[in-house]
């Protein structure tokens, strides 16, 4: 199992450090149009027209070719009466506050409306000349997105696979102590439900994505249960923590609610949860019971602290 999971994560890293080696090639590639533009801009427009537009893998990357695809076409003699391309870039550099970037495609984008105040009705070649060039590059970029969204999803599912195959292990492990049936039906109800949210994340079927999200609300629709069952989750996989807060006298009722601070809650976000206006109160007496006045630190990093100390 140990190396079943070293494979899967190594093939995630080589799958990414291959990808940083196609971006690396790409820049090279928009260094040297950038470099021929004023020079040699037929050269320029070849390499730009050539390249292979799914190595274009970033916003960054689309939107620097995309500018200068725009002046290429410009230096060759190419009109263009369309501004699809260069908004490409427009948008990208307007939004990351790269001020001179998005000058220059803006002094695209005003030749481009130039040369479409200029168009004649008549002029029926030119027009269907760089329809048939803006068409082809935009019909490109589809293609990457639909590529990206393929990389994202092999991405994610190896990941899923990685985390399920660790939580197996983690699960398997934990087995040989012999858990009692209860906490072994909480964790098999939350392993369902959490297998349903992989599924739903890899996965484009909306219907799957509901099913979900049904399953995550009844799980925590009943908000006594809910408290109840993740002591018990707790307890399994944390014993020290749990048998330290039963030594303190807090009731497995109030356990429940310190559990929720060691996920990373805030008192308001657990009383909005749990709909008692005296959550307040309830986290008084939490503290006295643990010996903590209002001076002290705040619970939720004490108890996520002690969960910690427990550990070691």
């Known amino acids: 199992m140990r190396n079943f999971e070293n494979y899967i994560f190594g093939f995630i890293l080589a799958f990414c450090l291959c990808s940083c080696f196609h971006t ?8 040297q149009a950038e470099m021929y533009l004023t020079s040699a801009p037929d050269s320029a427009f070849v390499a730009l027209d050539s390249l292979d537009r799914s190595l274009l893998n ?40 790269d001020s001179e970037n998005t000058q220059k495609a803006r002094d695209c984008l005003e030749r481009i409306n130039e040369n ?5 009705p008549s002029d029926t070649l030119k027009i269907q000349n760089a329809r048939i060039i803006e068409e082809r ?20 599912s190896l990941l899923a696979l990685a985390i399920l195959v660790a939580v197996i292990r983690y699960i398997s ?12 039906a909480v964790i098999r109800q939350r392993l369902s ?3 349903k949210v992989i599924a739903s994340r890899i996965s484009s079927d909306d219907k799957l994505y509901r099913s979900s999200e049904e399953e995550i609300d009844v799980l925590m629709a009943d908000r006594e249960e809910f ?29 429940g609610y310190c559990c929720l601070y060691t996920l ?30 209002e001076h002290d630190t705040n619970i939720s990093i004490y108890l996520r602290d002690l969960l910690l100390d427990q550990e070691r």
């Open 227 to 255: 408290l109840r069952s993740t002591k018990i989750v707790f307890e399994e996989n944390h014993p020290k923590f749990i048998a330290y807060l039963q030594d303190k006298g807090l009731t497995d009722w109030e356990i």
């Open 137 to 156: 590059y935009m019909d490109k970029m589809t293609l990457i997105e639909k590529d990206n969204r393929i990389r994202e999803i092999v991405i994610l």
């Open 173 to 184: 492990k934990k087995l040989k102590s012999r858990p009692d049936e209860k906490a072994m």
């Open 116 to 120: 479409a105040s200029m168009l004649a």
């Open 264 to 293: 990373g809650l805030k008192g308001k976000d657990i009383g909005e949860y749990i709909q008692k206006k005296r959550h307040y109160i309830i986290s008084h007496e939490i503290r006295q019971k643990l010996g903590l006045d």
């Open 24 to 31: 690396s090639n790409v820049g090279k590639v928009l260094d």
């Open 193 to 195: 439900v959490l297998d």
């Open 58 to 97: 970033t916003k960054e990357l689309q939107a620097r070719h995309a500018l200068l695809y725009s002046q290429a076409l410009e230096k060759v003699g190419i009109e263009v009466y369309n501004d699809s391309i260069i908004h490409i870039a427009l948008d990208y550099y307007s939004a990351v506050g």
